[in-house]
């Protein structure tokens, strides 16, 4: 057990999904693994582990933000022995091209600041994808046929930004959208030497002012984890 994850030693998987959303970990457990049992439930911060095509699996929450994903990936991967963190969760859109229940593959994040910032003091680090997963997750995108989009994305510090000159380069220099945990994933896989990626669904788009409707954010989302999963046992 640690500060906040409840789990004992044996119970969190090698490949771990991480959700913002705790319920979103609860229904993506609950439809697509196996044998599916609940491992943590500190803060209600719900985490659980069962198996895909006979592969463990672990879906742990990881709450909103750099600094709360920080926490739950520090642990997973020091104390569990994490070896391959795939976010999967929604992002806004921010090019033209990427509409609404598209799915983003994220290869690089940027990003103002992250828990990470005082190890790098003046270097401005580029965290990026796992290679393996990354390709392993675009070959299961275009098998699937999903409408897919590979490339940098934005990860930001606050959800009610006010900096649309910062939006503006963002999509001036080619960023696809903007959710805000990815970079500190990347941060945290590389210091580790872990595998990570993030696999996000468009559920809005800061250009046209389109978004999901909450109740149908979940039932949008089954392609981006059956790409997760399929990426992360390829």
Same mark, same amino acid.
């Given at each position: 057990m640690t500060v906040h994850i409840g789990a004992q030693k044996g119970d969190i998987a090698e490949t771990v999904l991480m959700p913002g959303d705790p319920y979103r970990a609860k229904w993506a457990a609950e439809t697509f693994?196996?044998?599916?049992?609940?491992?943590?439930? =500190?803060?209600?911060?719900?985490?659980?582990?069962?198996?895909?095509?006979?592969?463990?699996?672990?879906?742990?929450g990881s709450g909103m933000g750099m600094p709360s994903l920080s926490i739950y990936a520090n642990e997973l991967i020091?104390?569990?022995?994490?070896?391959?963190?795939?976010?999967?969760?929604s992002c806004g859109g921010m090019q033209p091209h990427v509409g609404i229940r598209d799915v983003i593959i994220a290869m690089t994040a940027s990003t103002l600041s992250t828990p990470s910032r005082g190890i790098f003091k003046e270097l401005n680090f580029a965290p990026c994808a796992d290679w393996s997963l990354l390709r392993a997750a675009v070959a299961a995108a275009e098998?699937?046929?999903?409408?897919?989009? =590979?490339?940098?994305?934005?990860?930001?510090?606050?959800?009610?930004d006010e900096r649309p000159d910062l939006n503006e380069q963002m999509t001036r220099h080619g960023i696809l959208g903007v959710e805000m945990e990815a970079a500190e994933l990347y941060n945290l896989a590389a210091r580790h030497s872990?595998?990570?990626?993030?696999?996000?669904t468009v559920s809005d788009h800061l250009q046209t002012g389109e978004a999901l409707p909450s109740e149908d954010r979940e039932r949008s989302f089954g392609d981006m984890v059956e790409i997760a999963l399929t990426a992360a046992f390829t």
């Open positions: 693994l196996t044998d599916v049992r609940l491992v943590n439930e =500190v803060r209600g911060m719900l985490g659980f582990t069962g198996t895909w095509n006979g592969h463990p699996v672990t879906i742990q020091r104390d569990y022995g994490a070896k391959t963190l795939i976010r999967i969760g098998e699937k046929g999903t409408k897919t989009h =590979v490339g940098g994305i934005y990860s930001s510090d606050v959800f009610y872990v595998r990570a990626l993030a696999v996000l």
